[in-house]
């Protein structure tokens, strides 16, 4: 097999609300977070009246109305049908005025108001992109609390319970006497948001009313991996029935859960393909103890297997590049050249379950340029949920070197906003602010006990200008900002006991002598910089509230591309519950040959 490149990521179709203009320009000029609370404290102009509840809610775009044929699945049934996931805001205004049918639209109206959407999510994170650039470990040298953080808003939240900061992240809850530049914060980043609800998803039955997996396949997985593969296989057998699909191209398939459930569950004959060999090797492996699993409980039973027909699984070490949009179509050729069960493929799906990296927008460009061309290869949909943005390659609109593969942005819609996110948003938009009320208070106490240390322990090493004598056994920090700090790795949890323990885990992590820094020195600056630990939450929590905006830009930008490049239909749902996965997103894109 070839080798080509990697990707990850999923995206979705949105509306939003009518928001005011005056903020853009007739040049925009590619964003980069702001050093100041200067333009946070100016009045806001993204939206002039408050955004009201959230709603998750589906709305049918058609070219011509929906006929009683069409009232199936919208994004196979019904030629002239495009599905559009309304943004909560959007959502609450639908439902005033009756049905979620009062949004529809055409086709172009669609179009616009996406890339509306877009540019609203771009202007937001622009105005509050200085929270992104807050690092805990520069808390106190820095001096961020005074010189950074609004004056008003830390007034307000200065006192701000724990339990009340999680709930504003997770739920856009407000307190009525926060500053009205604070209130409208919490507000947008909470309504601009997409939907997260599999109970609207437009596959809800096959998600949830035909979705579950034979235990035999689910040994091994704990919850969260069980809920992920249950939900996505059900999903890619439900489209595989819609567009006659029989075959399976599983591109980062790991240790081969979701293959194993589309082969021996649901009888897709499929090809688990992963660059590691050891992966390979274990996805194998747990193939067969399964085989084997099942043969001995139908012997326990004295009876044959029900179970459906197994399809074929087969295993390969091989990886999809991007330099060439049709790189996973040669695969698939070289698939059917090698094994006689893929050469009578009525149909293909391409699909990926949290792949990493760029393997997500490249799966998209792929299967997008694929569309174009006359093939031999009938890829009729791609199914894709996507994580880690953080090592999603970026093109800056500045850069005269820019390559056209980045991961981000794709769509020209996106382009044209000159919106440059960096390595520090990107980070944040891998935050999960479903599960700040689902976790137990301890363990989010614990997290920013973490944190408050390492701030306390910089602000010590700063100060008495102490440096690590073995930099080669700490990373270098994931930043931009290039300043040549380095990171202590993960210390084990006994040194989190006090303050004390934490200090000298952490100086013998860096070699420095243990009596550079004695005991009394110690207490000293954790009593000195006693409020900052609350003062961290704070500012942690506000940084966090941008994490939905970032993620669905990066979303939305994926499902322009596919509108702007293809005549696919294409959208983007919840296939599982966000606070247990929040990569949730499945970007669902069928060709439009498989839709006639």
């Known amino acids: 097999m070839r080798h080509l490149s990697s990707a990850t990521q999923s995206s979705r179709c949105t509306f939003s609300r009518q928001l005011t203009r005056s903020h853009r320009s007739a040049t925009p000029q590619p964003w980069r977070p702001h050093r100041g609370t200067g333009a946070l404290l100016q009045p806001l102009v993204l939206v002039p009246k408050p955004i009201f509840r959230r709603i998750g809610q589906l709305a049918a775009v058609h070219r011509h109305s929906p006929t009683a044929a069409s009232e199936g699945n919208p994004a196979m049934e019904g030629s002239e049908r495009v599905q559009v996931v309304l943004p909560p805001a959007m959502c609450a205004e639908a439902a005033a005025t009756g049905t979620a049918a009062a949004a529809a639209a055409t086709t172009t109206q669609a179009a616009s108001a996406h890339a509306e959407y877009a540019r609203r999510l771009a202007a937001f994170l622009a105005r509050y992109g200085w929270l992104a650039d807050f690092f805990a470990v520069d808390f106190l040298t820095t001096d961020y609390w005074t010189s950074v953080f609004p004056p008003d808003w830390a007034l307000a939240l200065e006192q701000a319970p724990l339990a009340t900061l999680c709930r504003t992240v997770a739920d856009g809850h407000v307190e009525s006497h926060w500053p009205q530049t604070l209130q409208d914060f919490v507000r947008l980043a909470s309504d601009l948001a997409l939907p997260r609800s599999p109970a609207s998803s437009l596959y809800h039955d096959a998600l949830f009313a035909n979705a579950h997996l034979d235990k035999d396949i689910a040994i091994g997985m704990n919850p969260k991996k069980l809920q992920e593969v249950t939900s996505t296989a059900s999903l890619i057998s439900h489209i595989a029935q819609q567009t006659g699909s029989s075959h399976v191209l599983d591109l980062g398939a790991g240790q081969g859960y979701l293959s194993s459930a589309l082969a ?59 330099s060439d949009g049709l790189s996973y179509v040669d695969m698939i050729r070289e ?49 894709n949920l996507g994580c880690c943005y953080q090592i999603l390659s970026e093109n800056d609109p500045t850069d005269p070197n820019r390559t056209e593969h980045a991961g981000f942005p794709m769509s020209e819609t996106v382009k044209s906003l000159n919106v440059h996110l960096g390595l520090n948003m990107r980070m944040v938009a891998c935050q999960a602010t479903q599960r700040w009320t689902t976790t137990s208070l301890e363990s989010t106490q614990q997290t920013i006990r973490k944190l408050y240390y390492r701030s306390v322990l910089q602000k010590m090493l700063h100060d008495l200008r102490l440096r690590s004598a073995q930099p080669s056994d700490a990373d270098t920090r994931f930043s931009e900002t290039n300043r040549g700090e380095v990171a202590i790795r993960t210390l084990p949890e006994s040194a989190m006991a006090t303050p004390e323990t934490y200090v000298r885990a952490a100086l013998a992590r860096l070699g420095i002598p243990q009596d550079t820094v004695g005991d009394g020195t110690v207490a000293a600056y954790f009593e000195w910089h006693s409020a900052a630990q609350h003062q961290i939450a704070v500012v942690w929590s506000m940084r966090t509230l941008l994490a939905d905006a970032a993620e669905s830009l990066i979303l939305m930008d994926r499902l322009l591309y596919v509108g702007e490049c293809s005549a696919c239909r294409v959208v983007l749902t919840p296939v599982v519950d966000a606070t247990v996965s929040p990569r949730n997103m499945a970007l669902v894109a069928i060709s439009a040959a498989a839709c006639t």
């Not at 799906?349 to 990493?356: P, R």
Request: hydrophobic fraction near 35%; charged fraction near 30%.
């Open 264 to 322: 021996l569950q649901y009888g897709l004959n499929t090809y688990a393909v992963d660059k590691s060999q050891s992966q390979v090797d274990g996805a194998q492996r747990r193939a067969d103890n399964i085989r084997r699993l099942r043969a001995h409980h139908d012997k326990q039973r004295q009876r044959q297997s029900t179970a459906a027909p197994s399809g074929s699984l087969r295993f390969i070490v091989d990886h999809v590049r991007d």
């Open 335 to 383: 698939i059917e050249d090698e094994y006689e069960d893929a050469r009578d493929a009525r149909g293909w799906i391409v699909c990926g379950l949290h792949t990493c990296g760029d393997l997500a927008s490249t799966m998209v460009r792929s299967f997008v340029r694929q569309q174009g061309h006359v093939s031999d290869v009938r890829v009729a949909a791609l199914v």
